[in-house]
């Protein structure tokens, strides 16, 4: 019998606020035993979770509908906002299992919008404070507030925040989109009086740092301000509203100034106690006014927030001169310190961070951004004892904080989007495990509603970062409901032109400078394949298909002599620390770009749209074989460059670009060229990441293993010598950044060929299990939620014996690889379920479905 569990709407549990009209729910098919498989589902909607019957489901039935699919099941019933829907599922596998336990969303404004609710604001000389007194006359059945304050808001009622949110909403391109969220504050409201507020950060919203990415000068630079819609409901049928208009009262708060790249200034002399509670008198402040509202559509946020994740006690703090103490957490991330001080009134502590300390300071700088304050955040006492504070509206990238003006006790505050971690990975070779969590505390660091570069010095979304980064990113996280967003900021960047900035948001720039740069924004035909592969997640590439054959055609419109060009290139070669090497980068800019063709086509066939992107993908790699194929020497080259470049060569082997002739030669090159370095790699970003899986499909794996395993310059475990817990920007010791993700896709090898698993297509409907990279280690295991349930692989081998247990979830088939001499040394238990094997070049080859699967080698090598 099949058990449901798991039930999600739009990719997430009870989802407040869906502005999704139709939206869709999932679900994950438990069965014991082997071979289940899902012949048909029935959902039911109603108003209330006791109507869940088919009896008497007020709502919406699906009836009995034969599909095997478990997620992506849109919902065809009535929809109206603001409204709670509780829903359920039964499965068929031969027959109809029992109700799952009941979920339910609740939508948002939907086309119903804030009402009569305007945008307010005013003239203050710091961060606003907003407030509105009003009455509760009822027992209060169901409250929401509905809120967007830009760039950030700190949403309070009766002297309590609203949510553990932090940096909301999430950042948008504010001219085409403008995010608000719902909050349930049932709980927090009270007989008789009450009061609503805010106090408002400038984000990117109103930043005010000059930098070279003009974020202080963007289309929609303003300052900050507020809409919000309060509706309560009452147990009598009663709906009263609050809205902001010039009722509100507005003044300016304690947090003087604030930036997202310099910091915060904050005066505890200026905290206005009990400020968002009854009982306050605003006869001082001035009355709220109606502002220009952003131009972007108001639209509710669904991806995860951005939470303070963890707190951190400093693992040494040191006082380097009198009146300055250093505190080294230990660790390198994203976030803001804790500070708890007992000093004179008008004393300024101060604390800046940084993720390196030299000649006695941690260093704090950034040649992008004017003036001499970096990631320093000032605390002026109010003298009134014990005081407690920390940032809320900048955050910064850090491992060490400077603090001066008094002694005091600091925490780290670990901040990123509260996204879920969905993989576990283990093995005997422990640089291994440590490169993994290394990897995925660096792309946590990076995660703050969009995916960035480094938490420290840009805060920007790289489109070539992600390029690079989203197979480890999905494979380790899960980015649904986050990328599903950015894929929308993404759109939102499109010129009329067609083109794409290097950089999602955009102020502008990234559209001319440093552009074009095929090899980044292509990261949106892969990202679509990706958000495929891993979650079948059809109705995002309709939703798209527009936008990204207008970027194909701008793209293709400017190719000259089947050479796509490009500016960026291979960034940060080692040796190279200002830029890529000195290659040609119409070579990887034309590859990027027949990559994106190629992954356009396999769009267009799922969703059946015709194209002509094959056609245009062969023309490109014609165009790259004759400009830069030395094929009697059997290597790719450019006439700039006398080196040898193994990005050059190791991504036409990995995109499937090399003549079928020549393919043995120019991976032998390749891995000769390893060899020749002493097994060191010298890739930039954009070869990091195939570098290894090309040498282990061409049977080079012991090549791979020893550029993973070296130690000494340029490899990851050079870093870790030195002192890293993050993934570097450059290979050298003086990297700039110390938590950049784009150089430590290595770790997407380990996933898939150390630990072996591989998800190829349409949400893990197919997997291939084949640890093809073992040498020098025992044992590896690796577990993964997918859409469609747990898979998980674990290998261990003692001498040529390897036993390799794999867990396939309903709806996934998985073609499982045993390490083999011959077929015969294979045994699979339970061998009645595993059917026929094939074999080939070392593998004994089974295709199987659901269950617990244990297989034994008895000849692997």
Not at 71 to 86: M, S
Not at 546 to 571: K, N, P, Q
Not at 651 to 679: H, K
Request: hydrophobic share 40%; glycine share 10%; charged share 25%.
């Amino acid at each position: 019998m099949l058990i449901p569990r798991s039930l999600k709407t739009e990719y997430a549990v009870r989802p407040l606020g869906v502005d999704v009209p139709r939206p869709r729910f999932s679900w994950i098919a438990d069965a014991p035993g082997y071979g289940a498989t899902q012949a048909a589902y029935q959902l039911l909607v109603a108003s209330a979770p006791e109507l869940l019957t088919p009896e008497r489901a007020d709502v919406w039935d699906s009836g009995k509908v034969e599909s095997a699919r478990t997620f992506g099941v849109e919902y065809d019933g009535p929809t109206a906002a603001r409204t709670r829907y509780h829903w359920t599922v039964r499965l068929w596998d031969q027959d109809p299992g029992e109700w799952a336990e009941p979920a339910w969303f609740e939508t948002g404004l939907l086309d119903e919008g804030f009402g009569s609710a305007q945008w307010i604001g005013g003239t203050t000389d710091s961060a606003p404070l907003l407030r509105r007194g009003f009455a509760v006359d009822g027992t209060v059945r169901r409250a929401r507030l509905y809120a967007s304050g830009l760039g950030y808001a700190d949403l309070r009622l009766n002297g309590h925040t609203v949510s553990d949110a932090v940096l909301d909403p999430g950042f948008t391109a504010y001219d085409r989109t403008v995010l608000y969220v719902t909050h349930d504050v049932t709980d927090l409201l009270q007989a008789g009086d009450n009061v609503v507020g805010a106090e408002l950060g400038r984000g990117f919203f109103g930043l005010t740092s000059v930098n070279v990415w003009r974020w202080h000068d963007t289309p929609w630079t303003a300052d900050p301000r507020l809409i919000a819609r309060l509706v309560i409901e009452y147990d009598d049928g009663r709906v009263a509203e609050v809205v902001t208009d010039k009722a509100w009262r507005i003044t300016g708060g304690p947090t003087l100034s604030d930036s997202l790249y310099t910091g915060e200034t904050y005066d505890a002399r200026r905290a206005l106690p009990g400020w968002d509670a009854p009982g306050f008198d605003d006869a001082s402040w001035s009355a709220a006014v109606p502002v220009e509202a952003p131009k972007g559509k108001l639209t509710a946020q669904a991806h995860e927030p951005i939470r303070v994740i963890e707190t951190v006690e400093p693992v040494e703090v040191t006082e380097v001169r009198p009146g300055v103490w250093i505190a080294d957490f230990g660790r390198t991330v994203a976030g803001w310190t804790k500070l708890q001080v007992t000093a004179e009134a008008g004393t300024t502590i101060t604390l800046t961070h940084g993720e390196t300390v030299a000649d006695g300071n941690v260093a704090a700088w950034n040649v992008h951004v004017d003036g001499d304050r970096i990631q320093r955040d000032e605390y002026i006492a109010a003298g009134t004892g014990v005081e407690t504070w920390e940032s809320r509206f900048s955050y910064k990238g850090f491992r060490y904080v400077q603090l001066e003006g008094a002694p005091a006790q600091v925490q780290m505050r670990v901040v990123n989007s509260d996204v879920a971690s969905v993989t576990s990975f283990e093995s005997s070779q422990a640089p291994y495990e440590q490169f993994e969590r290394a990897m995925r505390r660096t792309i946590l660091s990076n995660l703050h509603g969009i995916p960035t570069d480094t938490p420290y010095f840009e805060k920007n979304g790289w489109t070539g970062d992600a390029q690079v980064g989203t197979p480890t990113m999905l494979a380790t996280l899960d980015l649904a409901r986050f990328f599903t967003k950015w894929l929308g900021d993404i759109r939102d960047s499109q010129a009329d032109s067609g083109q794409l900035p290097v950089i999602v948001p955009s102020s502008g720039w990234g559209f001319t400078d440093l552009s074009p740069a095929t090899e980044w924004p292509t990261v949106y035909p892969f990202l679509l394949r990706e958000m495929y592969r891993w979650y079948g997640d059809e109705r995002l590439l309709r939703e798209h298909w527009d936008s990204l054959t207008r970027y194909l055609a701008w793209e293709l419109d400017r190719v000259e002599d089947g050479l796509s060009v490009s500016v960026l290139g291979d960034w940060l070669p080692p040796g190279f620390g200002d830029g890529p090497a000195p290659e040609d980068r119409r070579l990887t800019g034309t590859a990027y770009l027949y990559r994106a063709c190629v992954v356009a086509a396999e769009l267009g066939e799922v969703i059946g749209q015709p194209n002509d992107y094959r056609k245009a993908a062969a023309e490109l790699a014609d165009g790259l074989n004759r400009a830069f194929l030395d094929r009697e020497a059997g290597r790719y080259r450019s006439a700039e460059d006398p080196d040898y470049r193994q990005t050059s060569n190791a991504v036409p082997l990995a995109f499937g670009i090399v003549p079928d002739e020549l393919v043995d030669r120019v991976a032998a090159g390749l891995a000769a060229d390893v060899e020749a370095r002493g097994f060191h790699l010298n890739t930039g970003c954009l070869g990091v990441g195939v570098l290894l899986p090309v040498l282990t499909a061409h049977g080079y794996g012991d090549v791979a293993t020893k550029v993973a395993l070296q130690r000494s310059y340029p490899s990851w475990g050079y870093w870790f010598d030195l002192g890293a817990d993050t993934m570097w920007e450059k290979w050298e010791d003086d990297s700039r950044s110390r938590n950049h993700y784009f150089q430590g896709t290595v770790v997407q090898w380990i996933l898939e060929n150390v630990a072996g698993l591989r998800v190829v297509d349409a949400g893990a409907e197919r997997i291939v299990v084949r640890p093809d990279a073992r040498d020098e280690v025992d044992s590896a295991s690796i577990r993964t939620e997918t859409v469609r349930g747990p898979v998980s692989v674990a290998w261990r081998k003692t001498g040529r014996v390897l036993s390799l247990d794999v867990q396939v979830p309903v709806g996934t088939t998985a073609e499982v690889q045993v390490p083999s001499a011959r077929a015969a040394d294979v045994e699979a238990v339970p061998r009645s379920f595993a059917g026929t094997s094939s074999y080939g070049e070392g593998y004994t080859v089974y295709t199987v479905g659901a269950g617990q699967w244990s297989f034994t080698s008895r000849s692997a090598s």
